[in-house]
């Protein structure tokens, strides 16, 4: 599907983004394994949790939807699952994959994961190696590093693991192994990643021990628990950019979740110059997160160096901050990003060499890049290829250009926010 984007007079409104993923997935999981039975709200309607949940239910899990839309009643069938008739389908979620690649070594059958040809090309060597350390038989292609991963778990032992790369999904992986595992399970991590597992499985009932960068799961059996899921601040992110980088912009993001391993995007923004362009407004916890709604409104960005700690709290975010990039004032690097290389496109290649199709000035970098703000992009056609967050960030960047932006494969956007284009509209119109 083609989307052409024009720069509006202004852009105005109120919206509310779907449910965040992150925190959707690990609803559906960790209730489906607790014991009782658990209301979830606020469920994102995306393509990658709806693959979450399918699986889920080939193993005999009931998610039953209810009423109100995005709400759903889990009944948790406790530590042991049945085993499925078929392939489980992650789709195209690297979370679908990896956090129930840690769920499946626990258990005492086998089982066979797959997904697209994206999910197919994904780096899984990083969970499959401490998985075989835990003792769970897993295969797969290209000496065990690629998908279809064949799972046959069991008993697991604990272990003691240096992490290699600051993820929460690899983290996840191995936390909901290790709640089965005899012993301690014990991880060093390089930096903080997302800690939405580590909030709810402690609220859930497992003993979850954080001492700097090293976290200590002891194995347990979950309770149930009713989870309302915030809103996705990846999401809510591509509305900040826009109603910074826009002439005349105000723009309100309703319920966005600000957990503060999630919440990189506003420093770096802020970094960049926001200020009280960014402004944060009913600040309050819902189902243990923060929650705030974020207004954006026009700004005069500059740029910035940016790398270390704070990358990993915002890597899915980095592509539209590179838009903001663009119209900022002055140079700005990204480093330390290397694992933008291995997300549903190359993140690296992809978002420099669309960018440079609307005229942008942008230099890759084996871990990163170097965008030269111009304070302007020109219309032109640029691709989506088959990522989600990059076609969104296209779009974003289209508000903002001059001339006409025609997205390709803009239906790429439905695998985390099927509603983007119906609020995009509402925004322009100032609906």
């Given at each position: 599907?083609?989307?052409?984007?024009?720069?509006?007079?202004?852009?105005?409104?109120?919206?509310?983004?779907?449910?965040?993923?992150?925190?959707?997935?690990?609803?559906?999981?960790?209730?489906?394994?607790?014991?009782?039975?658990?209301?979830?709200?606020?469920?994102?309607?995306?393509?990658?949790?709806?693959?979450?949940?399918?699986?889920?239910?080939?193993?005999?899990?009931?998610?039953?939807?209810?009423?109100?839309?995005?709400?759903?009643?889990?009944?948790?069938?406790?530590?042991?699952?049945?085993?499925?008739?078929?392939?489980?389908?992650?789709?195209?979620?690297?979370?679908?994959?990896?956090?129930?690649?840690?769920?499946?070594?626990?258990?005492?059958?086998?089982?066979?994961?797959?997904?697209?040809?994206?999910?197919?090309?994904?780096?899984?060597?990083?969970?499959?190696?401490?998985?075989?350390?835990?003792?769970?038989?897993?295969?797969?292609?290209?000496?065990?590093?690629?998908?279809?991963?064949?799972?046959?778990?069991?008993?697991?032992?604990?272990?003691?693991?240096?992490?290699?790369?600051?993820?929460?999904?690899?983290?996840?992986?191995?936390?909901?192994?290790?709640?089965?595992?005899?012993?301690?399970?014990?991880?060093?991590?390089?930096?903080?990643?997302r800690d939405h597992t580590e909030r709810m499985m402690s609220a859930m009932g497992a003993r979850v021990e954080a001492e700097g960068l090293t976290l200590t799961l002891h194995p347990a059996e979950l309770r149930a628990a009713d989870v309302a899921v915030p809103g996705d601040i990846s999401s809510a992110a591509f509305w900040m950019v826009a109603g910074l980088i826009h002439p005349n912009a105000r723009v309100t993001i309703t319920g966005v979740g600000l957990n503060p391993s999630r919440a990189g995007i506003i420093d770096a923004l802020r970094?960049?110059?926001?200020?009280?362009?960014?402004?944060?407004?009913?600040?309050?916890?819902?189902?243990?997160?923060?929650?705030?709604?974020?207004?954006?409104?026009?700004?005069?960005?500059?740029?910035?160096?940016?790398?270390?700690?704070?990358?990993?709290?915002?890597?899915?975010?980095?592509?539209?901050?590179?838009?903001?990039?663009?119209?900022?004032?002055?140079?700005?690097?990204?480093?330390?990003?290397?694992?933008?290389?291995?997300?549903?496109?190359?993140?690296?290649?992809?978002?420099?060499?669309?960018?440079?199709?609307?005229?942008?000035?942008?230099?890759?970098?084996?871990?990163?890049?170097?965008?030269?703000?111009?304070?302007?992009?020109?219309?032109?056609?640029?691709?989506?290829?088959?990522?989600?967050?990059?076609?969104?960030?296209?779009?974003?960047?289209?508000?903002?250009?001059?001339?006409?932006?025609?997205?390709?494969?803009?239906?790429?956007?439905?695998?985390?926010?099927?509603?983007?284009?119906?609020?995009?509209?509402?925004?322009?119109?100032?609906?």
């Amino acid at each position: 599907m083609d989307q052409t984007v024009h720069r509006p007079d202004r852009l105005t409104g109120h919206l509310a983004v779907p449910g965040d993923k992150s925190v959707s997935h690990r609803s559906l999981i960790l209730n489906a394994i607790g014991k009782g039975s658990a209301t979830v709200t606020g469920v994102s309607d995306g393509a990658d949790v709806k693959s979450t949940a399918a699986c889920l239910r080939a193993m005999g899990v009931n998610i039953e939807p209810l009423d109100e839309p995005g709400s759903f009643r889990v009944d948790g069938l406790g530590p042991d699952l049945n085993e499925p008739a078929d392939t489980l389908d992650a789709g195209n979620s690297g979370t679908s994959m990896r956090l129930l690649s840690g769920l499946l070594a626990s258990q005492g059958f086998l089982s066979v994961l797959s997904g697209d040809g994206s999910l197919r090309s994904r780096p899984m060597g990083r969970i499959v190696q401490p998985l075989q350390q835990m003792g769970a038989s897993v295969m797969g292609r290209n000496g065990d590093t690629l998908a279809p991963l064949a799972i046959r778990g069991g008993s697991l032992r604990s272990i003691e693991y240096e992490m290699p790369v600051a993820s929460a999904q690899v983290k996840s992986c191995l936390m909901l192994a290790g709640l089965s595992a005899v012993g301690p399970t014990v991880l060093h991590q390089p930096a903080l990643s997302r800690d939405h597992t580590e909030r709810m499985m402690s609220a859930m009932g497992a003993r979850v021990e954080a001492e700097g960068l090293t976290l200590t799961l002891h194995p347990a059996e979950l309770r149930a628990a009713d989870v309302a899921v915030p809103g996705d601040i990846s999401s809510a992110a591509f509305w900040m950019v826009a109603g910074l980088i826009h002439p005349n912009a105000r723009v309100t993001i309703t319920g966005v979740g600000l957990n503060p391993s999630r919440a990189g995007i506003i420093d770096a923004l802020r970094m960049m110059g926001a200020g009280d362009s960014l402004q944060l407004e009913n600040e309050r916890v819902e189902g243990g997160e923060p929650v705030a709604d974020v207004v954006a409104s026009s700004a005069n960005l500059k740029g910035i160096d940016l790398g270390g700690e704070i990358i990993p709290i915002m890597i899915d975010e980095l592509p539209v901050l590179a838009v903001a990039a663009c119209f900022a004032e002055g140079e700005t690097t990204i480093r330390d990003a290397a694992e933008l290389r291995v997300k549903e496109s190359d993140r690296i290649a992809t978002t420099v060499s669309e960018l440079t199709r609307l005229g942008g000035k942008l230099e890759p970098r084996d871990d990163g890049m170097v965008i030269h703000g111009t304070g302007r992009l020109t219309g032109a056609d640029v691709e989506s290829h088959g990522d989600h967050r990059l076609a969104m960030s296209m779009a974003v960047a289209g508000l903002a250009a001059s001339g006409e932006t025609v997205i390709h494969g803009a239906e790429d956007a439905s695998v985390s926010y099927p509603t983007f284009w119906e609020h995009l509209t509402s925004l322009t119109s100032g609906e």
